[in-house]
């Protein structure tokens, strides 16, 4: 038995098949995966993603330290609740993980990191934090729980289960999160969809929870969770980039801000980096599913699929590969798909967003 | 798990059902269905083909993962669901309805050598736990 969310036991209760993932029991649909993703593109779905690990980073301190730990700029968040996406890296451009930066005041910020690199995580900030001994503290909330409440009418039925919500979430614009008690309300999701992400203390998760489902959110699992962000074009850690991999091989540039000379860890490797390969949708044009190690033939050289799945919302399979640096979109390539050539159409992420094909 | 009595099994979770001219219908069972979640293609063999006893003859593919579907006796495949391939759902709707192909085997008897609903049963409990 793996470790259980706040939620686990309102998960069994709704029949969701459970599964492991990254030692944590969680579940990974309730019936149908394809139907909660639908429900997530049309209408409201929500996510135990309990297991993600909030991490508060409080201090005088806080802001240089982050300024040297993450490659995007935290310089870039002066409006309290404003957040930003970045990789956090090794000395050789490695990613360690992506996570999402919170600012919540000068000397307030909160992070959120994968699950399943929540310990490495840690520890690699606690060594970074030695230099800030005295003005920094590091400290991990695993008393709180996490929903993420996805889709067009997301906001409004969280509004209707949590009424006491809605003054201070209303004028939230995207990534911007406002506090509530010791958790937080963001306009943030996984899903290419809006929505918010409610951190919670553990012991409301559920009643929370129950308040949601009562107005009318679609539980969905982490089935419909990595088809949702695999068509909204996310990268997915551990899958489409890891620490063998820079986030400029990972489709992820756009998230490392060089624009001042500021010396955050990996910028040397990055600086010197010539960028071989490059991360880049697949649309299959032939029936059968595109899934992860898979082989891609391109006109370029050969490559291989990261991430690949049927994509509901488009009717045929998608994936992210990473491909020699020269191939361009639209051109045709041949993936090995269980000793048969498929042909796929290189396009451009995202493949579908706010309920909408993009490709 | 659905196990109809009146049917016979394989280790492989095919449901096969003998039908009055001879011929063997073949689908995948409610437990396969489940384990494999939404199913969204299905390949299915060419009518005429010969197939061997535990040949790998279609392929069902959900959005998990792809699994081969073996011919349970040795015979000539002599029909196929091609509808079925237009709505792959309804296998995960109703698995005994969605037949995926018909053989005609070479030998009727050896249909005895297949599982009956309580030794499938057992099979798919022992390996589910």
Redesign the interface.
């Given at each position: 038995m793996g470790k259980q969310t706040p939620l686990y036991e309102s998960h069994r209760a709704l029949g969701a098949r459970i599964v492991d993932f990254s030692g944590w029991d969680m579940p990974l649909h309730y019936g149908s995966q394809i139907e909660e993703h639908h429900a997530v593109r049309r209408h409201a779905g929500m996510f135990d993603v309990s297991h993600m690990l909030n991490v508060d980073v409080i201090g005088s301190g806080a802001r240089e330290y982050l300024e040297r730990l993450i490659a995007n700029d935290v310089a870039k968040l002066k409006a309290p609740g404003r957040a930003l996406y970045s990789c956090m890296l090794t000395p050789e451009g490695g990613v360690i993980d992506d996570l999402i930066v919170y600012f919540f005041g000068e000397g307030r910020y909160r992070l959120v990191a994968n699950a399943g690199t929540a310990d490495k995580d840690l520890a690699w900030m606690a060594r970074q934090a030695q230099p800030f001994a005295g003005r920094l503290e590091v400290g991990p909330r695993r008393d709180l729980a996490m929903i993420a409440v996805q889709g067009p009418q997301a906001r409004g039925l969280v509004w209707q289960a949590l009424p006491a919500s809605r003054a201070s979430s209303e004028a939230l614009i995207p990534f911007q999160a406002a506090p509530r008690g010791e958790g937080m309300i963001a306009r943030t999701g996984y899903t290419g969809e809006d929505g918010f992400e409610l951190v919670v203390p553990a012991g409301e998760a559920a009643a929370i929870w129950r308040a949601l489902l009562e107005a009318g959110v679609r539980p969905a699992g982490l089935g419909a969770r990595d088809t949702l962000r695999l068509e909204a074009g996310m990268n997915l850690y551990g899958q489409d980039m890891d620490e063998n991999v820079t986030p400029l091989e990972s489709g992820l540039a756009w998230t490392v801000d060089r624009s001042r000379p500021r010396d955050f860890t990996g910028r040397a490797a990055l600086d010197a980096a010539v960028p071989q390969r490059q991360l880049i949708g697949l649309l299959a044009l032939d029936k059968g599913v595109l899934r992860s190690h898979q082989t891609v033939y391109s006109a370029h050289g050969e490559g291989q699929i990261t991430s690949g799945s049927f994509a509901p919302t488009l009717g045929r399979s998608i994936a992210l590969a990473r491909l020699p640096a020269g191939a361009r979109t639209g051109e045709e390539v041949e993936v090995d798909v269980r000793g048969k050539r498929l042909a796929a159409r290189l396009v451009r992420p995202p493949f579908a967003r706010h309920g909408k094909a993009l490709v | 798990m659905n196990i109809p009595e009146n049917l016979r099994y394989t280790a492989t979770h095919e449901w096969v059902r003998l039908e009055a001219d001879g011929t063997l219908t073949v689908g995948i069972t409610d437990h396969a269905q489940e384990l494999l979640?939404?199913i969204?293609?299905l390949?299915l063999p060419e009518a005429g083909r010969r197939v061997a006893a535990g040949e790998e003859c279609a392929?069902v593919?959900s959005?998990?993962a792809?699994s081969d579907i073996y011919a349970p006796l040795a015979g000539e495949v002599v029909a196929v669901n091609t509808p079925a391939t237009d709505d792959p759902?309804a296998v995960?709707r109703d698995p005994y309805a969605a037949w995926l192909f018909r053989i005609r085997p070479d030998d009727a008897g050896a249909m005895a050598g297949l599982l009956d609903a309580a030794a499938y049963r057992h099979a798919a409990e022992s390996e589910s736990h």
């Amino acid at each position: 038995m793996g470790k259980q969310t706040p939620l686990y036991e309102s998960h069994r209760a709704l029949g969701a098949r459970i599964v492991d993932f990254s030692g944590w029991d969680m579940p990974l649909h309730y019936g149908s995966q394809i139907e909660e993703h639908h429900a997530v593109r049309r209408h409201a779905g929500m996510f135990d993603v309990s297991h993600m690990l909030n991490v508060d980073v409080i201090g005088s301190g806080a802001r240089e330290y982050l300024e040297r730990l993450i490659a995007n700029d935290v310089a870039k968040l002066k409006a309290p609740g404003r957040a930003l996406y970045s990789c956090m890296l090794t000395p050789e451009g490695g990613v360690i993980d992506d996570l999402i930066v919170y600012f919540f005041g000068e000397g307030r910020y909160r992070l959120v990191a994968n699950a399943g690199t929540a310990d490495k995580d840690l520890a690699w900030m606690a060594r970074q934090a030695q230099p800030f001994a005295g003005r920094l503290e590091v400290g991990p909330r695993r008393d709180l729980a996490m929903i993420a409440v996805q889709g067009p009418q997301a906001r409004g039925l969280v509004w209707q289960a949590l009424p006491a919500s809605r003054a201070s979430s209303e004028a939230l614009i995207p990534f911007q999160a406002a506090p509530r008690g010791e958790g937080m309300i963001a306009r943030t999701g996984y899903t290419g969809e809006d929505g918010f992400e409610l951190v919670v203390p553990a012991g409301e998760a559920a009643a929370i929870w129950r308040a949601l489902l009562e107005a009318g959110v679609r539980p969905a699992g982490l089935g419909a969770r990595d088809t949702l962000r695999l068509e909204a074009g996310m990268n997915l850690y551990g899958q489409d980039m890891d620490e063998n991999v820079t986030p400029l091989e990972s489709g992820l540039a756009w998230t490392v801000d060089r624009s001042r000379p500021r010396d955050f860890t990996g910028r040397a490797a990055l600086d010197a980096a010539v960028p071989q390969r490059q991360l880049i949708g697949l649309l299959a044009l032939d029936k059968g599913v595109l899934r992860s190690h898979q082989t891609v033939y391109s006109a370029h050289g050969e490559g291989q699929i990261t991430s690949g799945s049927f994509a509901p919302t488009l009717g045929r399979s998608i994936a992210l590969a990473r491909l020699p640096a020269g191939a361009r979109t639209g051109e045709e390539v041949e993936v090995d798909v269980r000793g048969k050539r498929l042909a796929a159409r290189l396009v451009r992420p995202p493949f579908a967003r706010h309920g909408k094909a993009l490709v | 798990m659905n196990i109809p009595e009146n049917l016979r099994y394989t280790a492989t979770h095919e449901w096969v059902r003998l039908e009055a001219d001879g011929t063997l219908t073949v689908g995948i069972t409610d437990h396969a269905q489940e384990l494999l979640g939404d199913i969204v293609f299905l390949e299915l063999p060419e009518a005429g083909r010969r197939v061997a006893a535990g040949e790998e003859c279609a392929v069902v593919e959900s959005v998990k993962a792809a699994s081969d579907i073996y011919a349970p006796l040795a015979g000539e495949v002599v029909a196929v669901n091609t509808p079925a391939t237009d709505d792959p759902a309804a296998v995960n709707r109703d698995p005994y309805a969605a037949w995926l192909f018909r053989i005609r085997p070479d030998d009727a008897g050896a249909m005895a050598g297949l599982l009956d609903a309580a030794a499938y049963r057992h099979a798919a409990e022992s390996e589910s736990h």
